[in-house]
């Protein structure tokens, strides 16, 4: 079936270096992309999110970055601070699949200071 | 607003007793939803409403039922706790008005069945 994946578990970034975490979908029919960080006993909180019919959306200190030829999908956090260590989560919407998300794996983000 | 909220925070169940996971929403959403995340996982959709009145079922239906009498609550109900059913629960809601909304999460309900 389809599924969205995250590259990897975790990753460890130094506090304000920029991170990168990185998620592949495998539905080509996908044309809704979020981005959710969840904090440790907490529901997952909306980050940014991204259309199909865009490459590129800025939010603050988070850019997401969609790659339709790979399918590929990015999340990048500026000067990253130590409130940012969270697991993050790529979700996605097909085209034809209503309002229901399919969630990845996850990415723990830990902040080193 | 208080956003979505949802009762009990925390329950241990015996295997075979039943529970009700108690969810509102105070933002006049007509979508809702329920998922369960276990551990080192993403979440996982149980079942959906569109609306007062109409439910459907997600990925992992088996075990659970729900009801949408009001467009604020949405209770998910277990009628036959089993161990696999260890997870925490979380309820979603979310507004399309003009094609897709982000979906706003409640807190939790982490459930343990022994």
Same mark, same amino acid.
């Given at each position: 079936g389809e599924s969205v994946g995250l590259h990897l578990p975790t990753l460890s970034v130094?506090? #304000?270096d920029n991170s990168i975490i990185n998620c592949a979908y495998s539905n080509s029919a996908s044309d809704y992309f979020i981005w959710y960080k969840q904090e440790s006993g907490k529901g997952p909180q909306f980050i940014i999110d991204i259309r199909s019919n865009m490459d590129k959306r800025q939010g603050q200190r988070v850019t997401v970055l969609l790659n339709k030829t790979v399918k590929h999908?990015?999340?990048q956090i500026a000067a990253t601070q130590? #409130?940012?260590s969270a697991v993050y989560f790529c979700a996605e919407i097909p085209s034809r699949g209503g309002n229901k998300l399919t969630f990845g794996t996850g990415t723990q983000l830990k902040v080193e200071l | 607003n208080a956003g979505v909220t949802q009762t009990p925070k925390f329950r241990i169940l015996k295997i075979g007793q039943s529970m009700t996971l108690q969810c509102t929403q105070d933002m !006049?959403? !007509?979508y809702m939803y329920w998922y369960r995340q276990d551990p080192g996982m993403g979440l996982k959709l149980i079942y959906y409403s569109v609306g007062a $009145?109409?439910?459907d079922? $997600?990925?992992v239906p088996n075990g659970y !039922?729900?009801?949408r009498s009001t467009t604020e609550d949405f209770p998910?109900?277990?009628e036959l706790a089993a161990p696999s059913q260890t997870s925490v629960y979380f309820c979603a809601s979310s507004s399309r008005t003009s094609g897709k909304e982000t979906q706003y999460f409640g807190p939790g309900t982490r459930l343990l069945v022994l």
């Amino acid at each position: 079936g389809e599924s969205v994946g995250l590259h990897l578990p975790t990753l460890s970034v130094q506090e #304000g270096d920029n991170s990168i975490i990185n998620c592949a979908y495998s539905n080509s029919a996908s044309d809704y992309f979020i981005w959710y960080k969840q904090e440790s006993g907490k529901g997952p909180q909306f980050i940014i999110d991204i259309r199909s019919n865009m490459d590129k959306r800025q939010g603050q200190r988070v850019t997401v970055l969609l790659n339709k030829t790979v399918k590929h999908l990015s999340l990048q956090i500026a000067a990253t601070q130590p #409130g940012d260590s969270a697991v993050y989560f790529c979700a996605e919407i097909p085209s034809r699949g209503g309002n229901k998300l399919t969630f990845g794996t996850g990415t723990q983000l830990k902040v080193e200071l | 607003n208080a956003g979505v909220t949802q009762t009990p925070k925390f329950r241990i169940l015996k295997i075979g007793q039943s529970m009700t996971l108690q969810c509102t929403q105070d933002m !006049n959403h !007509n979508y809702m939803y329920w998922y369960r995340q276990d551990p080192g996982m993403g979440l996982k959709l149980i079942y959906y409403s569109v609306g007062a $009145g109409i439910t459907d079922k $997600g990925e992992v239906p088996n075990g659970y !039922n729900v009801s949408r009498s009001t467009t604020e609550d949405f209770p998910l109900r277990l009628e036959l706790a089993a161990p696999s059913q260890t997870s925490v629960y979380f309820c979603a809601s979310s507004s399309r008005t003009s094609g897709k909304e982000t979906q706003y999460f409640g807190p939790g309900t982490r459930l343990l069945v022994l």
